[in-house]
């Protein structure tokens, strides 16, 4: 299994950006799927962005399409989340997972249960 960390979550005003970093320790995290959750005060967890291990095929939720762009640095064990024009309800702790997950999955989104190693969460809090 490969450990994750999360880091970049901050206290933003809205239409701020932030990115946040997911670095992984272990072997083989270049060939691992990572997804980025978020999870709000009170509410379940939720897929925010997944990028795949080496064809860049990537996948975003409604909410931050055009506004997030996910991308990775396999040569840093990283994958970065650069969220702009941030909003009120994107607040809440975003953790990174990764998994073996096929691309032809990935990109359909419904691939939450496909990820087995987690990070421990970074707070992201955007003040209207």
């Known amino acids: 299994q490969v450990q994750l960390v999360e880091s970049g979550g901050d206290f933003v005003q809205s239409g701020g950006s932030l990115r946040l970093s997911c670095v992984g320790a272990g072997v083989g995290f270049d060939s691992l799927a990572i997804g980025w959750f978020r999870q709000a005060p009170g509410k379940e967890r939720k897929g925010v962005s997944h990028i795949s291990a080496t064809d860049g095929t990537t996948w975003y939720s409604d909410s931050v399409k055009g506004r997030f762009a996910i991308s990775r640095d396999n040569a840093k064990n990283t994958v970065y989340l650069q969220m702009n024009k941030l909003e009120p309800n994107d607040t809440g702790t975003y953790y990174c997972?990764?998994?073996?997950?096929?691309?032809?999955?990935?990109?359909?989104?419904?691939?939450?249960?496909?990820?087995?190693?987690w990070g421990q969460g970074t707070q992201v809090t955007v003040s209207s």
């Open positions: 997972a990764a998994g073996q997950i096929p691309s032809r999955l990935l990109r359909l989104g419904l691939v939450g249960a496909y990820f087995d190693s």
